[in-house]
Structures are given as structure tokens and as C-alpha cells.
């Protein structure tokens, strides 16, 4: 938000971010917390408020870069040794292509050559939303990759966690890369909007791709009941945050694209 220009303190992104870990633990898939956090942004933002919810879409890129990094190098350092996931590595290298191509066919300098969006008035949305996305690559550059640098850390935290849970559980030697392939997808899964924080459905995808490295069911689940709990735990911290919450002052410093 800062490289966007808003004046916002760290105490406040802090707040913004524990009540959506909050939220995350009891609605529907492990994102319904960005949903809060972009309805207390709306709020508390007093100018530019789209660009300052957009910022929530750009953190999750960033989120999703490295789950693909991580998922991408598990599998394919896996690929010989488990077949499903050479098949999950080539999908993952077609969708890379396909996201190039994309953001290729979507720059600007395409664009313009269209005459309808040529035609489309400056503050149409969809010229807006396109603006948003491509700052980062016109002057964003720097911020996009600290946050991506940022969210490569937390994903290396979260595998950390789930190795030393499983490793504690079986007193198996297990190889990291398995965890660097297997928890990044298995995050993927639970993000999909189809229970409550990802209950049930993620305790499916532990007990399947575990599974694959001869760990029983009933350790894969409990593995996951105790890093739930652990992120259940964590979520609470933003409940005083949510209870106690004022409005924030968030100002524009100066209009960017």
C-alpha cells in the first residue's frame, strides 16, 4: 500500500491482517478472510478505495507465485519417484506458459491497437482494473518482488511446520522436497470454497498424498488436526483486533495509476 501511496501505519496493516487470519479459520475455504480485510480497507480508506482493496489481490498473486515455485520444484523433484506428480509438473509448466502468453496478449501496447478498448473512457472499469494490475510492471517492480520474497519465507514456515508435525508423528527420516511438493498442494486444495476453512477437504488431501510416501491415514489426518489447531491458535490473536476494532485513517499521499 505504500508503494500505491496511501499513508497507512504498520499497526494498522498488522490489525487488518490478524482479523483476516481470524476470519480465515471460519469461513468458507482459507481465503474468506481476505473478504474482511477488503470490507475494513473499503471502510477505513478515504480516497482511491478500489486501488487500496486491490493491494488484497496483489498480496495473494504474490501468495500464489510461491506456492507455484515451491509446488513447481517439489514436483519435479519427485517426478521419477512418484508418477502423479510428473503429470501435476507438466500442468504446472503448461499453465506458466499459458499465464506468459496471457500477460503477453493483455499488455498495454497490444491493447491499444484495439479500437474498442481504445474506445473505452478512462475510468471504465475495465481500464482501471488493467491499470492496477500492470503498475507493477511499469513501477511496482520493487514492492511486487519484496512481497514475493516475503511471501517465499511464509511458505517455507508453513512446510516447516507440516515436516516437523509428521516427521514428530511417524519418527520417519522423510526427504523436505516431499513436503515442499506435498503441502503447497494440499494448501491449494483447501483453499477451494467448498467447506469451512478447508475442514474435511483438507484432511482428504493429507491422507491421499501422504499416503504416496507410506504414511498411514490416521497419522496424515492427525497431522493435519494439529497443524489446524496450531493456525486455529494463531487465528485467535486477531480476535481483540475484531472486537476492539476503530476505524483507521488511511489517506492518498498523491493519485498513481
Sequence with gaps: MKDRGFKIKYASV?????IGYLFNNIMPSTLGGDIIKGYYLHRDTKSAKKSAVFTIFIDRLTGAAATFI???VGCLYLRNTIPLMKFVAVALLFFL??????????DEKFLIKLSL???LPEEHPIKKLHSA???YKRKGLPAFFAA???SLFVQIAI???????????????IPYATFVCFVPLINVIQGLPVSFAGWGIGEAAYSVFFSM???????SVTASLFYKLIMLLFGFIGLPFYVLNKPSEITRSEERA
Design 14 to 18: 498488522v490489525k487488518y491482517s490478524l
Design 70 to 72: 515451491f509446488l513447481l
Design 97 to 106: 506458459v499459458a499465464f506468459i502468453a496471457a500477460a503477453i496478449v493483455l
Design 117 to 119: 478498448y481504445r474506445k
Design 133 to 135: 494490475l500492470f503498475y
Design 148 to 150: 514475493l520474497f516475503l
Design 159 to 173: 512446510i516447516s511446520v507440516n515436516y516437523a508435525i509428521i516427521t514428530t508423528l511417524t519418527g520417519k527420516s
Design 213 to 219: 510416501v507410506s504414511i498411514t491415514p490416521e497419522v
